[in-house]
């Protein structure tokens, strides 16, 4: 082995290691190497190929490349758009770097040519031979290698080149390439590739025998459970258990941060092990990783000291709502007490009223005045009870219940956790979520609220749950007698119109991109509005209303500009939103005989309820309609049967509903009617038909009636008072049991009404008939004598204030 000296440029390799009698193409970007190609091709067309011991460097010192290279000569270059070049180079013979040259422009080197002895020995043959079959072998089992690659090698007899040939086509690693390319020795270059080869044939054996083991369980399974087993059977045969270290210490890091109860803690580190011993891609492992990534997820820290301002927060409630008192006060009355003891269990408030009210969005105020984070759950139309407590990680895809979703959400232990319509629950066959309920809306339980999913105890015993329905009898007792009811009523006019004016207005006027000083609303157009465009206890109407007006200005602002000034006055009204869609006065209606007006609620605010009773001949039937429920017809036999009772006061036959037919109707017979509160009013309409007296038309009444006359208490007085109000009556006859309610009734609506307490029929028709009743013992009298009439009333005579 004889060697001789040349200095030659050198260009840095990354990740290749080129051999004797190699041809490569290589793509060249760095500058120095440019240069190095440009000066090699204007001179003799060789160049010193050297690998980089770091293949990320871009500027190698010379101590991190190696000094055992291949000395090439180029055979084509071609120069890229991107100013890279194309080239397409040979090995000719291995040589060593001695010293550089000092070049700025690119690496020059001194390369000592290493000329390598071609004697074919007894043992370099037999090494060939064995390597040629082994080769074949090889080439056979790795699909990465050409089969040509085996013809190539069987005609070359020089050991040198048959080895270094060999080398070029195997798949090694860097470093181990470098080290075949530094063996000058041939036949020790040959027993070097014999042992990798037989190491890299005995994992390729393995690979084939796993690819054939998963591809009969391809005919019953997809895709990625093949892949997935194939990376089984792999870190099976090898040992290998790496993959997934990283996530797994990611795992382990969150959980110390995540600063759960110890008990918890256990339990999170115990299915933490459990999955490092699971295969990483099993079904079973990402099932336990989603369970762990809940409870780190969840906020199980206690929150520090919260700086109450109660002023401040008071104002808050002001600025967002207007009215609703008994809320803004039951929050102050919570967050003083806070203030004070620093940790309270969060109550549980239930806030029911009509819709359009404010319940939901008086949720977010309160939220924003305790200085908490905000979650709503909608409970409308749920019907599973796991919706509630979650699903047992049995089942494939499941998930924590709405509850523990929330708090992952709000992110914190003490939000302001909304459960909206929770009168909406329904249950089936699938359980019933409202006895799901009764756990979380329960302060002496929901410290120990247990999820079907987590499977451990999760506190929510500092949550302020807030509850909203249109009803209440559609709640479960059981689930009533944990929440404290605030019943929220219907606005008045004047809070319809602060709201409006406060609100409303601005807010739509924003929305529309309308010019905030140019458009002004007068106060008798808003008025306008809601009394004879909207009849609801809440404001939703009113809000698409105001929205409607708002259309119509942005179009008209649109045509003539933004300067435009345009001021709302109630006679512009119909011009934007139509014809009115009530009347504003009762006083147009005539009073007919055998029509009451009574008072109903619904949960959509008061109503007023026209009864209508007809007498005609007949054969004593009555006929009820109107679509009347169950109780709502009782009441109609039970005013029939007092009217029957008292014929005589009345100045009636007895008999006279045996020659007469009687028919009740409540108009707009498509709405299903039903509840005892018009009892009253069927037993003056009845008496209205019967006598030809007739009601007064500024009477309303409510109350329920009982065979002997007496009179017993309803429900909703302050919704039914403020329809009343918004229909123009001016006198209300309610059941003495109620005037404790009077007191709810804002002022206003007071002053607007006179309200007569009675306790018995008797009273109800002394205030409801426009003439007055005489009894027949008086009437008696009166043919008898001229004498002047009585004024005492006896006790089956009523007479009218």
Same mark, same amino acid.
């Given at each position: 082995m004889s060697s001789e000296k040349s200095t030659l440029p050198l260009l840095p390799l990354r990740d290749i290691v080129v051999f004797p009698f190699m041809v490569i193409p290589l793509f060249v970007g760095r500058g120095k190497s440019i240069r190095a190609l440009e000066f090699s091709m204007a001179e003799q067309k060789h160049i010193f190929l050297a690998t980089q011991k770091n293949p990320n460097a871009n500027s190698p010192a010379p101590n991190e490349i190696y000094e055992v290279g291949c000395i090439a000569s180029i055979l084509?270059?071609?120069?890229?758009t991107d100013g890279t070049m194309k080239v397409l180079v040979e090995g000719v013979q291995r040589g060593r770097t001695l010293s550089y040259q000092k070049n700025p422009n690119f690496f020059e080197v001194e390369v000592e040519k290493i000329h390598e002895e071609t004697k074919m020995t007894p043992d370099v043959k037999a090494l060939m031979r064995t390597m040629g079959g082994m080769f074949e072998e090889y080439v056979k089992l790795n699909q990465k290698i050409p089969l040509e690659a085996i013809s190539s090698t069987n005609n070359i007899t020089e050991p040198n080149r048959y080895v270094d040939t060999i080398a070029s086509y195997m798949v090694f690693q860097t470093e181990e390439k470098q080290e075949i390319l530094e063996i000058l020795d041939p036949s020790e270059r040959l027993n070097k590739i014999l042992g990798a080869m037989k190491s890299e044939m005995e994992v390729l054996k393995i690979e084939k025998r796993v690819h054939g083991r998963v591809k009969k369980q391809m005919e019953r399974s997809q895709k990625e459970f093949y892949l997935n087993e194939q990376i089984k059977a792999i870190q099976k045969e090898l040992g290998k258990r790496d993959e997934f270290k990283t996530d797994l210490d990611e795992l382990r890091q969150k959980i110390k941060?995540?600063?759960?109860?110890?008990?918890i803690n256990a339990k999170a580190d115990k299915e933490l092990k459990r999955l490092e011993l699971m295969q990483p891609m099993s079904a079973e492992a990402t099932v336990v990783r989603n369970y762990l990534e809940w409870l780190i997820d969840l906020p199980w820290k206690k929150p520090g000291a919260l700086d109450i301002d109660i002023k401040g927060s008071r104002k808050t409630l002001d600025e967002d709502h207007f009215g609703l008192e008994k809320v803004k006060e039951r929050i102050i009355e919570h967050l003083a007490v806070l203030k004070l003891v620093k940790k309270i269990r969060g109550p549980i408030i239930c806030l029911v009223g009509p819709p359009g009210v404010g319940k939901t969005s008086l949720g977010k105020s309160i939220a924003k005045a305790m200085k908490r984070k905000f979650v709503r759950v909608s409970l409308g139309g749920i019907r599973d009870e796991a919706e509630i407590r979650g699903h047992r990680r049995t089942y494939i895809g499941a998930l924590p219940g709405k509850i523990v979703?929330? /708090?992952?959400?709000?992110?914190?232990?003490?939000?302001?956790? /909304?459960?909206?319509?929770?009168?909406?629950m329904n249950s089936d066959f699938r359980g019933d979520p409202s006895s799901a309920m009764l756990e979380v809306l329960d302060p002496e339980q929901n410290a120990n609220f247990n999820d079907h999913y987590l499977e451990v105890d999760y506190d929510l015993s500092e949550v302020f749950f807030i509850c909203t329905a249109n009803v209440l009898h559609a709640i479960p007792q059981p689930l009533k007698d944990r929440m404290e009811v605030i019943h929220l009523s219907g606005y008045t006019g004047d809070e319809k119109l602060s709201i409006a004016e406060k609100f409303l207005i601005p807010k739509k006027i924003e929305e529309h991109g309308l010019p905030k000083n140019n458009i002004t609303f007068s106060k008798g157009s808003v008025e306008k509005i809601i009394q004879d465009y909207t009849r609801e206890a809440g404001v939703?109407?009113?809000?698409?209303?105001?929205?409607?007006?708002?259309?119509?200005?942005a179009k008209k602002v649109v045509e003539t500009g933004k300067k435009i000034k345009i001021s709302i006055i109630p006679s512009a009204i119909p011009k934007y939103l139509g014809v009115e869609k009530f009347k504003r006065n009762q006083d147009e209606i005539a009073q007919d005989i055998g029509v009451a007006t009574g008072l109903a609620w619904t949960e959509f605010g008061g109503e007023l309820l026209s009864i209508e009773v007809i007498v005609t001949p007949g054969k004593g039937q009555l006929s009820l309609t109107g679509k009347l429920g169950d109780?709502?017809?009782?009441?109609?036999?039970?005013? /029939?049967?007092y009217v029957r009772s008292r014929a005589k006061e009345f100045g009636l036959q007895q008999t006279f509903y045996q020659k007469l037919d009687i028919h009740i109707h409540v108009p707009e017979g498509a709405i299903p009617k039903d509840g005892p509160s018009a009892g009253i009013t069927m037993a003056v309409a009845l008496i209205s038909a019967l006598t030809k007296n007739p009601v007064r038309k500024d009477l309303g009444m409510t109350g329920e009636v009982t065979l002997t006359g007496r009179v017993f208490p309803i429900g909703g007085l302050k919704e039914k008072a403020l329809a009343a109000s918004q229909a123009k009556l001016t006198r209300i006859i309610i059941p003495q049991d109620n005037e404790k309610d009077l007191q709810e009734i804002p002022v206003k609506i007071k002053k607007n009404l006179e309200f007569y307490p009675v306790k018995s029929m008797d009273e109800v028709i002394k205030f409801s008939f426009v003439n007055s009743f005489k009894s027949s013992k008086t009437r008696k009298k009166s043919s008898k004598s001229s004498t002047k009439r009585s004024r005492r009333s006896s006790s089956t005579e009523a007479r009218l204030n």
């Open positions: 084509q270059i071609l120069k890229l941060k995540a600063k759960m109860p110890k008990a979703q929330g /708090m992952k959400k709000a992110g914190s232990t003490n939000p302001v956790f /909304m459960l909206d319509e929770i009168d909406k939703r109407n009113l809000e698409r209303e105001i929205a409607g007006v708002c259309r119509k200005l109780v709502m017809k009782e009441s109609a036999h039970a005013a /029939m049967t």
